[in-house]
């Protein structure tokens, strides 16, 4: 049997909407995307949204946007997406990586304290894998350090939940992506949402070369107007042509999610018979489901993965710890041991194929072959 690592939900009516947007003059940020905009601010009950071509230039906008740059420090997880350091690194100043948490993989608000110099700009908290950090606590760390920004990474976590709050409730900004893999997607994109009108003011500027007006403010009222620039910014806009995939997705992510969360458990109680481990949820927290990895031993993982996808299987590895990936290890001098637990959850883990409409049969297959796997690992080592 055949099992693909994902397949998206979207369908007809989703090829409608593109058509739709076709048969209007304006393929770039319109109405459409400032319609998903207020469903966001709403869903999210914050009062500022904004759409992004991806969270990569989302986040690059919103850092510009804080003024990061050269001589800063952005703290960031090592057990994360590559793209939470790069940006840092883009923008010239140094992402400054802190070690996860061994039962959740989450940072915590003592390890970031630990982290901060007098240089620290921004913190980039990751909800890995759909599970909240905890959001209130590092919040309260910075609440008597306003110079430094807190961001979320909401790239796994649309729909998760910790306690009694949802994401951009607690920081200065959250960061979401639409890329072709997550909950919610329009192949590529990408979201920003805040609590702050005047962050909002400036990542709206930044998220367009950091002009004075969009494309659709400059023709709607008519005549021409004259733009300026102030401040230097990146070309961040999603076009209406992929926004209009999204309007249908944002009020069923939630029934999308209980399928999701119905996966988690069959998967989580028969992988629980077999020698792998699983990430900690925390009580209170309602997990967005976004990857389901498991970690073997690191002398048995890429026998786990050769031995999935000879069955058919395909996998992913989310992820390898990023100071140790040649360009930080070789930039910085970053070692294993200086990040053991990301560096040991990186060697040993594997993402299993996860998504709701994925098979009842294949899901049966996947869990068969897992135990298959790990089981003929065992008797050779
Ligand atoms: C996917 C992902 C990103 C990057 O999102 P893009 O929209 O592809 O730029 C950032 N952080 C994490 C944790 C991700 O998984």
Known sequence: MKVDFYRHSLGAADAEGVARVLDTPFLTSGMVGKAVETQLSAFFEVPHALLMNSW?????????????????????????????ANVVELLGAKPVFIDVDAATLLITPAAVEMAITPRTKAVIAVHLYGQMCDMR??????????????????AHCFEGRRDDYGPGQYSDAALFSFYATKNVTCGEGGAFATRRA?????????????????????????????????????????????????????PTVRDRLSVRSAMAQEYAT???????????????????????????????????IAGLNQRGVAVAINYRSVPTLTYY????????????????????????????????????????SVADVIAAGATRH
Not at 140 to 154: K, N
Not at 214 to 233: C, F, I, K, N, P
Not at 348 to 355: E, M
């Open 329 to 368: 290890h070789r930039k910085y001098g970053y070692a294993p041991a200086d990040f053991p637990v990301s560096y040991e959850w990186g060697e040993g883990t594997v993402t299993l194929p996860f998504f709701p409409d994925l098979s009842a049969e294949a899901r049966a297959y996947v869990l068969a």
């Open 270 to 304: 028969a992988l629980a018979a077999l020698n792998v481990r699983m990430p900690h949820t925390e009580i209170g927290v309602v997990h967005a489901q976004h990857l389901f990895p498991i970690h073997v031993h690191p002398r048995l993982r890429d026998e786990v």
């Open 198 to 250: 005047e962050l909002y003011e400036a990542v709206m500027r930044a998220r367009l070369h950091g002009m004075s007006a969009s494309a659709v403010d400059r023709y709607q009222t008519g005549g021409y107007r004259h733009w300026d620039m102030e401040v230097l910014g990146v070309k961040a806009n999603l076009p209406d042509l992929l926004a209009v995939l999204l309007p249908r997705q944002i």
């Open 56 to 84: 990569t230039n989302g986040a690059l906008a919103t850092l510009l946007a804080l003024g990061v740059g050269p001589g800063d420090e952005v703290i960031v997880p090592a057990m994360t997406f590559i793209a939470t």
């Open 137 to 154: 606590a590092l919040a309260d760390l910075l609440a008597d350090r306003p110079e430094i920004a807190l961001l979320e990474d909401c």
